[in-house]
């Protein structure tokens, strides 16, 4: 598994070996303790992903290189599901 920090939304973003993209945030509880809370995930067969790029003026959308010739923006890759 692999995570990078997204800053703008604040929001660590995890790759998973089964190619899942995971969108946690953190949490602060009442007791002060810290939590990562699963927030998206993004689900699908890229065949392999060989790399992980910010792009954009502020750094805010991330570019993906597969070995597949189709692209895709994430921004219109749908939910499957928000905790």
Not at 30 to 38: F, P, T, V, Y
Not at 45 to 70: C, H, M, P, R, W
């Amino acid at each position: 598994m692999t995570a990078v920090m997204l800053p703008a939304q604040q929001e660590l973003m995890c790759v998973t070996l089964d190619q899942r993209l995971l969108f946690y945030k953190s949490i602060v509880l009442e007791n002060g303790q810290c939590e990562l809370k699963l927030v998206k995930r993004l689900i699908g067969y890229n065949e392999e992903i060989s790399d992980l790029k910010f792009a954009g003026e502020n750094l805010e959308s991330l570019a993906v290189a597969t070995n597949l010739e189709q692209v895709i923006s994430l921004s219109e890759v749908p939910e499957v599901e928000t905790l």
